[in-house]
């Protein structure tokens, strides 16, 4: 039986793609306007810049929530599909958390007045929290893409490999390169391209799979 509704369920492949990289973009294009540091001249805007970035961090893990919409087979697949969406939200989680220390907190401390050394002191104790919450939550993100890996493989086999690949290099540059242009930017962009790799890679493998009942109804 066909289910009439189901294309309205499902994303196209332009709605997939531009849900899928729309976090990495923005922090992309967010990591041109970064300050390479933060000093009292730069607080004001690195703080702003912090605020604004806090709903944009965890989109990077739509990617794995898209993806991975639709239930695998039973098994190893499925588990997979719970375990990266758990880490998915484990990053989230952490690197708002940084955003909000090392970020708002860190900007905050900078643009007060008083002894620089002493706001120094506490600029220094924000980053070293903040990075020990981002670690958790980069960690989180290569956890979430090698268990989305078997989820997707299982169904698209050997193609979701490149994505695969794409997505664990930018995530373990993202351990230190933040969005900090140019590294950071060049990595918000890779995850782009590997998150596009994978939308590739499902629609390659479902496209004809998809047409066959409607084609079946036509004569």
Not at 27 to 55: E, F, K, N, Q, Y
Not at 70 to 95: D, K, T
Not at 191 to 203: D, I, K, Q, R, S
Request: a positive charge.
């Amino acid at each position: 039986m066909i289910d009439a509704n189901r294309g309205l369920r499902r994303p196209g492949l332009a709605l997939t793609l531009v849900l899928v990289t729309l976090g990495p973009v923005l922090l992309a294009l967010a990591g041109l306007l970064h300050p390479t540091g933060l000093s009292a001249a730069t607080a004001h805007r690195w703080m702003w810049l912090h605020i604004v970035l806090l709903p944009i961090f965890p989109l990077l893990a739509l990617g794995f929530v898209v993806l991975l919409r639709e239930r695998p087979r039973a098994g190893v697949p499925r588990v997979a599909r719970m375990i990266a969406w758990i880490c998915a939200a484990v990053y989230a989680v952490g690197y708002t958390g940084l955003d909000a220390v090392a970020g708002i907190g860190a900007g905050t401390v900078a643009g007060q007045p008083g002894d620089p050394t002493e706001l120094r002191r506490l600029v220094v104790a924000l980053y070293e929290a903040g990075d020990r919450l981002g670690a958790v939550g980069v960690y989180a993100f290569l956890a979430a893409t090698l268990a989305a890996s078997v989820a997707l493989g299982s169904r698209h086999g050997l193609r979701v490999l490149p994505g695969t690949v794409v997505l664990l290099v930018a995530g373990w540059s993202f351990i230190d390169s933040h969005i900090f242009s140019p590294r950071g930017v060049q990595t918000m962009l890779a995850m782009a391209v590997g998150f596009a790799l994978w939308t590739w890679a499902a629609a390659r493998r479902n496209g004809p799979a998809a047409t066959k009942p409607a084609d079946a109804t036509d004569g």
